[in-house]
């Protein structure tokens, strides 16, 4: 039941619905795509800039607020050591082709506002944020301390996770309001980021290769140049047959060189079935048309990951009863004189480990004469919180949701970082990672209640 302060607090946070908005605007402009790193910006000035905004907005609401070296930040309120957050990131992936909206233009159409981060997850740093402003107006005293966080490399690593438990101590238990609806994200998969490097052999047709914008993202475009003097009549062909019955490709004459461009759908990789691999489709037509004259790791690609995400070629192909299938995705690729490269990002169950996957795929690689190079791992994890899960499913009954269950995700949160302290809960907007993402602004008002209400329970009254 929503006791009166409950009621006061959501009165009050809908006073501040234009300011919230504006300023919900105002990081949706702001490019905020990690970056090159430079003086006081250890992911670029994008995320520096955004997070430098947030923070000055919350030293004139009067919280406490700090700063960890421009890696992540926090503002925090109430009494005590311990407390319950939430988390939310700054950082986007790069916005990638297909928009019909500016990807940091924060158009409104109808009563939608259409932005790279417009889902994912710029909505809980400024709900969050005004959460503590008003209970410190409204001058509640929480029995735990809250604090809400604000990231700025959870799509690239979360170095600045990273960063800010070296020096902090973890909550007693909170939230990354960065799920898709109001369930309980109590399991994660794993993830491992990766990449695979080849030879191109001696007199190889395939001059350059380049397509994808980041390692989580289901590549929508691959280019290709191709050199037809450098085929056998055989390949010449393959190659101009396919040209005429390959679907998803565009190409080009220049002279000897023939550019083509393979057409594919962008997802996210922690859903990839969602999407269409422009990479798979590009190794799948070479391959074809040459044959052992292909590189070894588009061979590879061709055949032994194609355009299953579930790897059934590959021994490390697995899969569990909650968490559902290991999935592989591949989001770069290209090539640096006789080198090809691709960067890929599976994700995978409790049912096995990182240091398993990477002896599998080491020795398939090796199989293949192809590197691997495993950039980033973390385990899934599984949290069990059942007195906090009891909270979380009476906040979504008293504002009229449906009672929430426990599902697993194979996206990749702060929570994974947090040992079973934190659950994925609550988020807004769509087309996450893919054109024209967006959210309608009173789902965003309604998330502003939720969130915080949420932060309201959990926090407790003293």
Request: hydrophobic content about 35%; proline content about 6%.
């Given at each position: 039941m929503i006791d009166p302060f409950a009621r006061a607090l959501q009165e009050k946070m809908?006073?501040?619905?234009?300011?919230?908005?504006?300023?919900?605007?105002?990081?949706?402009?702001?490019?905020?795509?990690?970056?090159?790193?430079?003086?006081?910006?250890?992911?670029?000035?994008?995320p520096r800039r955004a997070l430098e905004y947030v923070l000055a907005l919350s030293e004139g609401f009067g919280l406490k607020t700090v700063n960890l070296d421009n890696y992540i930040g926090y503002s925090e309120y109430g009494p005590g050591e311990d407390y319950v957050c939430s988390i939310a990131h700054l950082d986007v992936v790069p916005p990638g082709d297909g928009w019909t909206h500016p990807p940091f233009g924060a158009e409104e159409e109808n009563g939608i506002l259409y932005a790279r981060g417009a889902g994912d997850d710029k909505p809980g740093v400024v709900v969050g944020l005004?959460?503590?402003?008003?209970?410190?107006?409204?001058?509640?005293t929480p029995r735990q301390k809250l604090r809400v966080i604000y990231g700025c490399a959870e799509e690239t690593g979360m170095e600045d996770l990273d960063h800010y438990l070296e020096q902090e101590?973890?909550?007693?238990?909170?939230?990354?309001?960065?799920?898709d609806g109001y369930n309980i994200v109590n399991a994660e998969k794993g993830r491992m980021e990766f990449s695979l490097?080849?030879?191109?052999?001696?007199?190889?047709p395939v001059l350059d290769v380049t397509g994808g914008l980041a390692p989580n993202m289901v590549p929508a475009s691959v280019t290709a140049v191709f050199d037809r003097s450098r085929m056998t009549p055989e390949e010449g062909a393959r190659f101009a047959a396919k040209l005429k019955t390959?679907?998803?490709?565009?190409?080009?004459?220049?002279?000897?060189?023939?550019?083509?461009?393979?057409?594919?759908?962008?997802?996210?990789?922690?859903m990839p079935e969602s999407g269409r691999s422009a990479i798979s489709q590009y190794a799948q037509f070479a391959g074809e048309v040459l044959g052992e004259r292909?590189?070894?790791?588009?061979?590879?690609?061709?055949?032994?990951?194609?355009?299953?995400?579930?790897?059934?070629?590959?021994?490390?192909?697995?899969?569990?009863?909650?968490?559902?299938?290991?999935?592989?995705s591949l989001g770069l690729i290209q090539t640096q004189g006789d080198r090809v490269w691709t960067v890929g990002d599976i994700r995978y169950p409790t049912s096995t480990s990182a240091r398993e996957l990477q002896t599998k795929l080491a020795a398939a690689a090796s199989a293949a004469g192809l590197r691997l190079q495993v950039l980033s791992a973390?385990?899934?994890?599984?949290?069990?919180?059942?007195?906090?899960?009891?909270?979380?499913?009476?906040?979504?009954?008293?504002?009229?949701?449906?009672?929430?269950?426990?599902?697993?995700?194979?996206?990749?949160?702060?929570?994974?970082?947090?040992?079973?302290?934190?659950?994925?809960?609550?988020?807004?907007?769509?087309g996450v990672h893919a054109p024209?993402?967006?959210?309608?602004?009173?789902?965003?008002y309604d998330h502003a209640d939720m969130v915080s209400y949420t932060l309201y329970r959990l926090s407790g009254r003293a």
């Amino acid at each position: 039941m929503i006791d009166p302060f409950a009621r006061a607090l959501q009165e009050k946070m809908a006073g501040y619905r234009e300011e919230m908005l504006f300023h919900f605007k105002e990081l949706l402009k702001m490019d905020t795509v990690r970056g090159e790193p430079c003086d006081g910006a250890p992911f670029g000035p994008g995320p520096r800039r955004a997070l430098e905004y947030v923070l000055a907005l919350s030293e004139g609401f009067g919280l406490k607020t700090v700063n960890l070296d421009n890696y992540i930040g926090y503002s925090e309120y109430g009494p005590g050591e311990d407390y319950v957050c939430s988390i939310a990131h700054l950082d986007v992936v790069p916005p990638g082709d297909g928009w019909t909206h500016p990807p940091f233009g924060a158009e409104e159409e109808n009563g939608i506002l259409y932005a790279r981060g417009a889902g994912d997850d710029k909505p809980g740093v400024v709900v969050g944020l005004y959460t503590l402003r008003c209970m410190k107006e409204l001058g509640y005293t929480p029995r735990q301390k809250l604090r809400v966080i604000y990231g700025c490399a959870e799509e690239t690593g979360m170095e600045d996770l990273d960063h800010y438990l070296e020096q902090e101590p973890l909550p007693l238990f909170g939230f990354t309001p960065d799920a898709d609806g109001y369930n309980i994200v109590n399991a994660e998969k794993g993830r491992m980021e990766f990449s695979l490097e080849g030879q191109k052999p001696a007199g190889c047709p395939v001059l350059d290769v380049t397509g994808g914008l980041a390692p989580n993202m289901v590549p929508a475009s691959v280019t290709a140049v191709f050199d037809r003097s450098r085929m056998t009549p055989e390949e010449g062909a393959r190659f101009a047959a396919k040209l005429k019955t390959g679907p998803n490709l565009t190409w080009e004459d220049r002279g000897d060189q023939t550019t083509v461009t393979f057409r594919g759908a962008s997802a996210h990789a922690a859903m990839p079935e969602s999407g269409r691999s422009a990479i798979s489709q590009y190794a799948q037509f070479a391959g074809e048309v040459l044959g052992e004259r292909a590189d070894g790791l588009t061979r590879f690609v061709a055949d032994s990951i194609g355009l299953d995400w579930t790897v059934p070629k590959l021994d490390i192909a697995c899969r569990d009863d909650y968490m559902g299938p290991l999935t592989l995705s591949l989001g770069l690729i290209q090539t640096q004189g006789d080198r090809v490269w691709t960067v890929g990002d599976i994700r995978y169950p409790t049912s096995t480990s990182a240091r398993e996957l990477q002896t599998k795929l080491a020795a398939a690689a090796s199989a293949a004469g192809l590197r691997l190079q495993v950039l980033s791992a973390v385990d899934g994890h599984h949290c069990v919180r059942e007195e906090e899960f009891a909270v979380l499913r009476e906040v979504c009954l008293d504002k009229g949701k449906p009672e929430p269950r426990c599902v697993a995700i194979a996206g990749g949160t702060y929570a994974k970082k947090f040992g079973g302290r934190l659950v994925a809960f609550g988020g807004c907007g769509d087309g996450v990672h893919a054109p024209d993402e967006f959210v309608p602004i009173q789902d965003f008002y309604d998330h502003a209640d939720m969130v915080s209400y949420t932060l309201y329970r959990l926090s407790g009254r003293a």
